[in-house]
């Protein structure tokens, strides 16, 4: 098989915007400001969800720029058109009336209308929701979407072009996940509070079947019906619900039986079985209607996430990042088809995190992280089923913190793959910081809980002992966002959010410290009023210096635990490094250096313009102190510093 990389560089290159010239080395060196072009920061290939039409699949990509829906011939086995998405960080929601297929995007909210045999595509409507997160059609070739913040349903007719808002299944609640529809009803999955609704199409009238003993859950977040009956899968104990659409009181709970799994992330009634697929297993899994016997069919591939379970032709296709699975029930087969490899296309997408060991750069993304090596210019692909969010170099090991299941993974430079430490539990979901405290020899690990949930965590690894640890609540009712640990005390700054979805119940970050010898909270104070969050902390010889959501640095005196100045530096909050008596910080477009004696701040580049995932700017410190990396676009940029002053 030729290696997935491969497949990613030669399709991303032809499709690479041209950069502007960049500086010019003097005969001495690169200056402080100085870019070096290294390429694609993250090359990836992620697909959203899907559709067939006749003997070709659909599918449609999430965070390239632009997106596409890729046409999958299974009787060619190639990818063999492309078509473009203009608008929107992804796709997450398609179906299908008649030969056209309807395509959802989010951040912004567009919908798109696939003639697919004309193969063109028309932009047919716009909706003020952040996320169109689903979508199903009626009999009668209605479309349905689901959408977030609100969360709110939303009806299409082709035949007229006009959209009707069928309001809020789930008043307050932020988020309808999943959406089925019949010549009567559309039934809306609902999140962070379980709902499962049916509103009456002709009358807008609601009623909630999710049975009174799932109204603890989180989510209804997948969702598939038949003539007779609505599955949904619930988060987070990996549970689905069958009910009778005629006499929902008549229902069945099934639990995915993988270890430690917590998500149903896929469901299809086809052929009197439910299949569904779990997460963070991978595992794919059918119940027998009649019965309610459980089978474990196979795990596609270890730990991936499947976005739609379609049926063709008697088979079970399950639509996974970069690739599908084919399930053959007459045969008990399962195949795992890369489709890049039969031509998707592949480009750069919109990063998460970066980081340097001094030798390579790491640049996480979907799927796992791209790493650079900085002699060669090699790039390799360490896969990782989700999203590396933060990383941190200890000696010769590299730990991420990956989402989702706030998990923690150790990587060794040259190994293959990494390997999973622990996961956090405790209903947390996003890693947000790693630190290192050489006194104790703990990684320290904050972590933002999943959606609907309140306080974030911290968890401390010992590579020594391999113990992990969780303390929830640290600061009560917010998240722990940065932190940065010197001599058995971690220094933390605070996320007013609590789970997405949430609406927060304070109004100010903080800084706090943890003992991480005793595992208590020592104190916390509220550094820059109206702050949001503490985006990045970093410590200097006496002091801790923190950035706000703001845009403002402050030097904070752990002694008098008093804020002794503040300095607004950027357009909004992003990663800060002291080396020296200078610090670096950036805002995502330009990178500013701190005079630390006379805390004053020079822009030393702009125009990065870096297209950060979720708008998060993020840069990394080389160990050596000369170097920064970040994005300019979507490219890879090492930045020159001369550090110290």
């Not at 497949?7 to 080395?25: K, N």
């Not at 395509?103 to 909706?127: F, I, N």
């Not at 009197?272 to 309610?292: M, Q």
């Not at 309140?454 to 640890?469: D, E, F, K, V």
Request: hydrophobic content about 40%.
């Amino acid at each position: 098989m030729i290696p997935r990389r491969r497949f990613l560089q030669v399709a991303a290159a032809a499709s690479l915007p041209a950069l502007d010239a960049l500086p010019a080395r003097a005969a001495t060196g690169p200056r402080e400001g100085d870019l070096t072009d290294l390429g694609p920061a993250s090359v990836a290939s992620p697909l959203g969800n899907g559709e067939f039409v006749g003997g070709v699949l659909y599918a449609g990509s999430r965070g390239l720029s632009p997106n596409v829906v890729g046409a999958y011939d299974l009787a060619k086995d190639a990818v063999t058109a492309h078509v473009d998405i203009p608008t929107g960080v992804g796709v997450w929601a398609m179906c299908k009336v008649g030969t056209d297929v309807y395509v959802g995007t989010h951040a912004r909210s567009d919908l798109y209308r696939l003639d697919t045999v004309a193969g063109t595509v028309t932009k047919v409507a716009e909706y003020p929701d952040h996320y169109i997160w689903t979508m199903a059609s009626s009999p009668d070739g209605k479309v349905y979407m689901g959408t977030s913040e609100p969360g709110r349903v939303w009806e299409y007719d082709p035949a007229t072009g006009q959209s009707r808002d069928l309001g809020q299944p789930a008043p307050g609640e932020a988020y309808v996940r999943s959406i089925q529809a019949d010549d009567r009803y559309v039934y809306a999955g609902i999140g962070s509070h379980a709902h499962l609704i049916a509103i009456d199409r002709a009358t807008g009238e609601k009623r909630d079947l999710l049975p009174a003993e799932l109204a603890d859950r989180d989510w209804v977040s997948s969702m598939a019906m038949s003539d007779t009956h609505l599955a949904g899968g619930m988060n987070s104990l990996a549970e689905l619900v069958i009910l009778d659409k005629a006499d929902p009181s008549g229902h069945r709970v099934v639990k995915a039986s993988a270890p430690g799994e917590k998500y149903v992330v896929a469901v299809l009634i086809h052929d009197g079985y439910v299949y569904f697929a779990g997460r963070p297993s991978g595992t794919f899994y059918r119940c027998e209607l009649a019965t309610g016997k459980l089978e474990v069919l196979g795990v596609p591939y270890f730990e991936a996430a499947t976005h739609r379970l379609l049926a063709h032709e008697g088979r079970v296709y399950g639509i996974q990042d970069s690739a599908v699975f084919v399930y053959d029930p007459a045969t008990g087969g399962l195949e795992y088809r890369n489709l890049v490899q039969r031509g998707f296309k592949a480009a750069p997408e919109e990063p998460m995190s970066v980081h340097s060991d001094g030798r390579r750069v790491y640049v996480g993304g979907k799927g796992g992280a791209d790493v650079h090596d900085l002699a060669t210019g090699k790039v390799t692909r360490l896969g990782i089923a989700g999203e590396p969010k933060t990383l941190l170099t200890v000696g010769d090991t590299t730990y991420l913190g990956v989402y989702t299941q706030a998990a923690l993974y150790a990587h060794h430079a040259g190994d293959a793959e990494a390997r999973l430490l622990a996961r956090t539990g405790n209903q947390q979901d996003r890693p947000r910081d790693l630190a290192y405290d050489a006194r104790t020899g703990l990684v320290v690990m904050p972590t933002q809980p999943e959606p609907g949930h309140m306080n974030g965590a911290l968890s401390l690894y010992s590579p020594r002992t391999g113990t992990y640890a969780t303390h929830r609540p640290v600061v009560e009712r917010q998240t722990v966002y940065s932190v940065v640990a010197r001599h058995g005390t971690a220094y933390l700054g605070t996320l007013i959010q609590e789970g997405l979805g949430l609406p927060p119940v304070t109004t100010t970050a903080r800084l706090a410290a943890f003992d991480l010898v005793g595992r208590k909270l020592l104190w916390q104070v509220e550094p820059v009023p109206g702050a949001r969050s503490i985006t990045s902390l970093a410590l200097g010889p006496d002091f801790v210096y923190g950035m706000a959501s703001t845009g403002d640095v402050f030097e904070f005196d752990p002694r008098t635990r008093k804020v002794t100045r503040t300095l607004k530096v950027g357009a909004k909050g992003g990663d800060l490094f002291v080396t020296g008596r200078v610090a670096y910080c950036g805002d995502g477009d330009r990178v500013y250096k701190l005079d630390l004696a006379a805390f004053t701040a020079k822009t030393i580049v702009e125009g990065l313009a870096g297209q950060w995932f979720g708008g998060e700017p993020k840069l990394a410190l080389d160990p050596s102190g000369r170097a920064l990396y970040g994005v300019r676009g979507r490219n890879l940029v090492r930045i020159a510093i001369s550090g110290h002053r």
